[in-house]
C-alpha cells in the first residue's frame, strides 16, 4: 500500500477497502505500531538494568547485609536478625552518642561486635550500680529496659583521643568496653541502620 500514490482516481473499484492512511506532505505513512511497541519495551529493559546495575553499586560501595549472632543488643536486635549497615556515613560525618555500630573486636579483628556507642573522645564516664554518668550527669537510656540492666560499676576514665566506649542494651549479658575498653575509631566500619528480616523486627534502627 505504501507504493500506491495520492488518491486521484474516480473509480471506486481501483481504491483498496483500507482505513484511512496518515500522509505526511502528501506522502503516506506506514503504521508504526508495533516499532513502537518495540522501542517501548527496550526501553523498559534498559531502565530495569540501569536500576539494577545502581542498586548493586549501592550494597557494594554503601551498604552491606550483616546477621546478628546473639542477644547483647536486645530488644530492638534480636538473635539473626538481618540488617544493612552504612559503609559510607562516616566518611561525610562524625560518629554521634547512641548510634548502633559494628566494628572489628580489639582483641580479635576477624571477628565483628555491634554495640551502641556510649561516649565520645574525651568524655568522662564511669558507672555505678549499673547507672551509667557521663561528664558528670546521668545518663538517660531508654533503650535499656529495666529488666536488661545489671548492677555492675567501673570507675571514671576519660575516653582516649580517635576511640569510642561502647555498650550493649542487655546490659546483663553484653560484653563490651567495660571488658575490652574502648574501640578506636579505626576499628569501626558501619552503622546499623536498616532491620530487612524478619519482617516482625523490619524497621530502621534507632
Known sequence: ???????????????????????????????????????????????????????????????????????SMLPRLEDRDRLFINKFVYHIESIQRGDIVVFHYPRDPEKSYIKR???????????????????????KESYVPLRYRDGRSMPEMVVPDDCYFMMGDHRSISSDSREFGPVERDLIYGKAVFVYWPTKDAGVVR
Open 1 to 71: 500500500m505504501d507504493s500506491l500514490p495520492p488518491e486521484t482516481s474516480s473509480d471506486p473499484a481501483s481504491i483498496p477497502s483500507a482505513s484511512p492512511v496518515a500522509t505526511l506532505n502528501g506522502v503516506p505513512v506506514a503504521a508504526s505500531a508495533p516499532q513502537k511497541s518495540t522501542s517501548s519495551l527496550g526501553l523498559w529493559v534498559r531502565d530495569l538494568l540501569i536500576a539494577v546495575v545502581v542498586s548493586v553499586l549501592i550494597i557494594t560501595f554503601l551498604y552491606q547485609p550483616v546477621r546478628v549472632e546473639g542477644t
Open 117 to 139: 556507642v556510649i561516649a565520645l573522645p574525651g568524655d568522662r564516664i564511669w558507672i555505678d550500680d549499673g547507672q551509667v554518668w557521663l561528664n558528670g550527669s546521668p545518663l
